[in-house]
């Protein structure tokens, strides 16, 4: 059964840092690109990043490029996600969701929360 | 950058047929996945490839997609389906995933 199982977030001031990680189980994670998506509260899905299967290739919304930075480990079916300089607008729940063959997002984890707030 | 549009609410009663639009420039070109979301939860995938179902999903959902619109249709509504539903699609120009705004589905 394919899981993923995000964890790391909380609250954090503005300018602060923080680490999300996505933990993988049941598939080949080293055979797919996997994305993070953030839904702040009351609003759509925004997609956030992407990182190829090698940890190669890396896309950014415009919003965070410079601030946060995803990456993964294959050798422990993680990804994460570092966000630094973080903003009051940057406060939603983070989704890691895995990427098909035609782009969808087959699974999605539960989501962690992301507090931005003094 | 790349941008969808979809209606933000869509009523219908039950037994009956929603339609849900997701506009985008020459979208026909692209390849769109629908998700649905009910509150609390993660979203899931119920269109991929503009009109493929993954395990599991009822017949009663389908897609379409041509020109500028794409469409979720949902046949024989039921309360169940009452749940907010995004189109997307990956723009290759840009290298980015695009969400579509959202369409909350009331049943009545």
């Known amino acids: 059964e394919v899981q993923l199982v995000e964890s790391g977030g909380g609250l954090v001031q503005p300018g602060g840092s923080l680490r999300l990680s996505c933990a993988a189980s049941?598939?080949?994670?080293?055979?797919?690109?996997m994305s993070w998506v953030r839904q702040a509260p009351g609003k759509g899905l925004e997609w956030v990043a992407n990182i190829k299967q090698d940890g190669s290739e890396k896309n950014y919304v415009v919003s965070v490029k410079g601030r946060f930075t995803v990456s993964r480990d294959n050798a422990k079916n993680s990804l994460y996600l570092q966000m630094n300089s973080l903003r009051a607008e940057d406060t939603a729940v983070y989704y890691c969701a895995r990427e098909q063959q035609v782009y969808e997002f087959d699974f999605w984890g539960q989501g962690t929360l992301v507090t931005v707030s003094s | 950058s790349y941008v969808l549009t979809q209606p933000p609410s869509v009523s219908v009663a039950p037994g009956k047929t929603a339609r849900i639009t997701c506009g985008g420039n020459n979208i026909g070109s692209k390849t769109v996945q629908w998700y649905q979301q009910k509150p609390g939860q993660a979203p899931v995938l119920v269109i991929y490839?503009?009109?493929d179902r993954p395990s599991g999903i009822p017949e009663r959902f389908s897609g379409s997609n041509s020109e500028n619109t794409a469409t979720l249709t949902i046949s024989r509504v039921e309360a169940g389906d009452e749940a907010d539903y995004y189109c997307?699609?990956?723009?290759?120009?840009?290298?980015?995933?695009?969400f579509g705004g959202g369409t909350k589905l009331t049943v009545l």
């Open positions: 997307h699609v990956w723009d290759s120009s840009s290298d980015h995933h695009v």
């Open positions: 490839y503009d009109k």
């Open positions: 049941g598939f080949t994670f080293s055979s797919y690109w």
